[in-house]
């Protein structure tokens, strides 16, 4: 999806959803939504690319869900963070790195808080990703 494309998705969601929300609170909803997708670089070369192991790689075997930010879920909005991270010995998330979010910065803190208390177990390779999406139930 392109920035015009993005922008008009926006737009209409932001249209779409407003219903309820004060002149105040549908201008901070659009401000928010507007920002788009931010994207960070990645600080992991991939060591493990092209080798083959017998090892089982890592997964996470105790999840926490991110809790919804406040303000977001008030003003109904919806998007995601793309978080890498490496693993300790002892299978928790380590050096947490935002590498996308969207719209950016509303899930960051959310995303990070979570995935902090996330436990692993398998092979403890360098460099791990995952994407976390906050949606809201549908409205009835």
Request: with cysteine; net charge neutral.
């Amino acid at each position: 999806m392109n920035g015009t494309q993005l922008l008009l998705a926006s737009m209409a969601l932001a249209l779409v959803t407003a219903c309820g929300l004060n002149e105040s609170q549908q201008l901070e909803r659009e401000l928010l939504i507007n920002k788009g997708v931010k994207q960070y670089p990645s600080r992991c070369t991939r060591v493990d690319e092209g080798h083959k192991y017998n090892h089982h790689p890592a997964r996470a075997k105790i999840i926490r869900e991110p809790k919804y930010p406040v303000n977001a879920k008030e003003l109904g909005i919806e998007g995601y963070v793309k978080l890498e991270f490496d693993l300790s010995t002892e299978g928790k998330p380590i050096n947490i790195h935002v590498l996308e979010s969207a719209p950016a910065g509303v899930f960051d803190q959310a995303g990070i808080e979570a995935l902090s208390t996330w436990l692993y177990q398998g092979e403890m390779l360098p460099c791990h990703a995952v994407q976390l999406h906050f949606s809201l139930p549908p409205k009835r």
